[in-house]
Structures are given as structure tokens and as C-alpha cells.
């Protein structure tokens, strides 16, 4: 069971940004990722990271939604994972 609440309110912060799942929920096993067994989206919470392949999917959520309703909700930062996963992904949706 989960011990520590910052990594409890990092995990249902998760949710509120649209992991509607779990690590370990239906429909998330995502071939090319390493399993992962210390993930903070699995539903016990035993860490405070936060693993790639769940990462991934809360971006993918939000450029769905840059892509819907033509808004932008991503800011790209210049360093880092996400930069670089924003630069693999460059040209989505515009
Ligand atoms: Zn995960
Ligand atoms: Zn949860």
C-alpha cells in the first residue's frame, strides 16, 4: 500500500491530467517498453517515478488534444526527455 502521500497526490495528479488507467491497467501493456516494476502509475503507488511508457501516454493525451480542438496546451522545453520526445514527434498534427 502506498506510504507516501507526495507520491500519492503525484499519482492522482496523473489522473486529473488524463492517465485515466493504470501502469499495469487493461490495455496499457505498449510493446518496446521495458517492464517496469517500481512505476508511480501502477495502482499501488510504490514510487515516485514515473516510468516512459506512462509518461509517453500523458503527452500523447495532451497533443490528442492540441490536435482536436486546435489549442495548445504543450509548451516544448528546450532540454530534456520531454524535448526530445516533442522533437521525435515533430510535425503532429500541424
Ligand atoms: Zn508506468
Ligand atoms: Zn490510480
Given at each position: 500500500?502506498?506510504k507516501?502521500t507526495?507520491?500519492?497526490?503525484?499519482?492522482e495528479?496523473?489522473h486529473?491530467?488524463g492517465?485515466?488507467t493504470?501502469?499495469?491497467?487493461?490495455v496499457?501493456d505498449?510493446?518496446?517498453?521495458?517492464?517496469e516494476?517500481?512505476?508511480n502509475?501502477?495502482?499501488?503507488?510504490?514510487?515516485?517515478?514515473?516510468?516512459r511508457k506512462c509518461s509517453?501516454?500523458?503527452v500523447?493525451?495532451?497533443q490528442?488534444m492540441e490536435?482536436?480542438t486546435g489549442e495548445?496546451?504543450?509548451?516544448?522545453?528546450?532540454?530534456?526527455?520531454?524535448a526530445?520526445l516533442m522533437?521525435?514527434?515533430?510535425?503532429?498534427?500541424?
Open positions: 500500500m502506498p507516501n507526495r507520491d500519492v497526490a503525484k499519482h495528479t496523473g486529473l491530467l492517465y485515466t493504470h501502469h499495469d491497467g487493461p496499457t505498449v510493446r518496446g517498453y521495458p517492464a516494476q517500481r512505476c502509475m501502477l495502482f499501488t503507488v510504490p514510487a515516485a517515478y514515473t516510468c509517453d501516454a500523458l500523447a493525451f495532451w490528442g490536435y482536436k495548445r496546451y504543450l509548451t516544448a522545453p528546450k532540454t530534456g526527455r520531454l526530445r522533437q521525435r514527434c515533430k510535425g503532429y498534427g500541424r
